[in-house]
Nanobody, 126 residues
Framework: QVQLVESGGGSVQPGGSLRLSCVAS????????VAWFRQTPTNEREFVAANRRSGTAMYYADSVKGRFTFSRDNAKNTAWLQMNNLQPDDTAIYYCAASTTVILSSIRSPEAYAYWGQGTQVVVAS
């Protein structure tokens, strides 16, 4: 069983930045696909960013491309989501997800991920 723990959420004004962290208990973390999703009370869980395996391409939702950056450090079993120029529409609970095998066509699908963190709240408001 893999445990994921997110942190770094908070409240910021529009245009501000936050950096979310996801610490995993997994062995061979570099082989895991890791993703960030977000969810609001009225919407389904929405894909934000993902990396299928360390050293391969990063994928982003169009809504965050150019503002958010996904990174990971396998030695620390940690992934980050740097969020810049935050806007009110970015307000949500952000979740880290991971799985050992995710095919490329499913990388944006929540159903592809076996392990989930508890989520961290991000509020963007003036």
């Amino acid at each position: 069983q893999v445990q994921l723990v997110e942190s770094g959420g908070g409240s910021v004004q529009p245009g501000g930045s936050l950096r979310l962290s996801c610490v995993a208990s997994a062995r061979a973390f570099s082989t895991y696909a890791v993703a960030w999703f977000r969810q609001t009370p009225t919407n389904e869980r929405e894909f934000v960013a993902a990396n299928r395996r360390s050293g391969t391409a990063m994928y982003y939702a169009d809504s965050v491309k150019g503002r958010f950056t996904f990174s990971r450090d396998n030695a620390k079993n940690t992934a980050w989501l740097q969020m810049n120029n935050l806007q009110p529409d970015d307000t949500a609970i952000y979740y880290c997800a991971a799985s050992t095998t995710v095919i490329l066509s499913s990388i944006r699908s929540p159903e592809a991920y076996a392990y989930w963190g508890q989520g961290t709240q991000v509020v963007v408001a003036s």
